[in-house]
């Protein structure tokens, strides 16, 4: 962990001194020469704790989703991971922590967040206990609602970006930063469809049944969200 952390401080250093680059000489054949450590970036970046790996795995275990499903989740989340924290420093950069302590972070849009992931947590509870099926769109619901956590990585560059009058430079970066933020989450999804599609086939070889199993599983990703919604939210 202390190697991701020392290496996303490296990553920091260097989107700053492209940035700045740019700013000094605007040349848009070296910056599309970048974009590739951009995807870099945002991949290892989405390595790091948060990112909302962990509600992403805890809903995948307890839904019903195929591959591409459950990867289309996990694209959504990165979507809006990213592109929240554009929107914030092109239009609402006063929802942005300022402190030392709370640097990059956006209270409020955390805290709604979490309180609408424990919502859904609960929601799944009480669907396993009715028996219900997955609703269309629910993935991509629970996708949109974690990714609402902005991505400080994408903060950092569009507020370097902006301060040096060249926000074509964050946007571009940004885009490519999603790109690797999707990979990395993308590959979290398919671990996760793989593994629970390995554990539903091992249950049902000795005679359990898949309506119950799934009904269980989904009841425990609805604990593991309530639980990640009401810690976060009373953190």
């Not at 948060?50 to 459950?70: M, N």
Request: include cysteine; hydrophobic fraction near 60%.
């Amino acid at each position: 962990m202390d190697f991701l952390i020392a290496l996303q401080g490296w990553i920091y250093k260097s989107l700053a001194a492209h940035v700045s680059a740019f700013a000094a000489a605007p040349d848009w054949a070296a910056l599309a020469v970048v974009l590739p450590a951009g995807i870099a970036f945002g991949a290892i970046h989405a390595l790091t704790p948060g990112h909302s790996k962990t509600v992403l795995a805890s809903y995948l275990l307890g839904s019903q989703l195929a591959v591409l499903r459950g990867i289309a989740v996990a694209g959504a989340l990165a979507l809006t991971h990213v592109f929240s924290a554009v929107v914030i420093a092109l239009t609402a950069a006063p929802l942005i922590t300022r402190t030392i302590g709370g640097a990059g972070q956006a209270p409020m849009l955390e805290h709604i967040s979490r309180g609408l992931l424990a919502a859904i947590g609960a929601w799944l509870l009480v669907r396993a206990w009715l028996g219900k099926s997955h609703q269309h769109g629910e993935g991509l619901t629970v996708g949109v609602v974690a990714g609402l956590v902005p991505c400080p990585l994408t903060l950092f560059v569009m507020f370097m970006a902006l301060g040096r009058g060249v926000p074509e430079a964050g946007l571009t970066f940004a885009v490519a930063m999603m790109g690797g933020v999707a990979l990395t989450l993308g590959g979290v999804a398919l671990f996760t469809v793989l593994a629970r599609r390995g554990m539903v086939n091992l249950a049902t070889r000795y005679g359990a049944s898949i309506g119950r199993l799934s009904h269980g599983l989904d009841a425990v990703a609805g604990t593991l969200l309530i639980a990640i919604g009401v810690s976060e939210l009373l953190a």
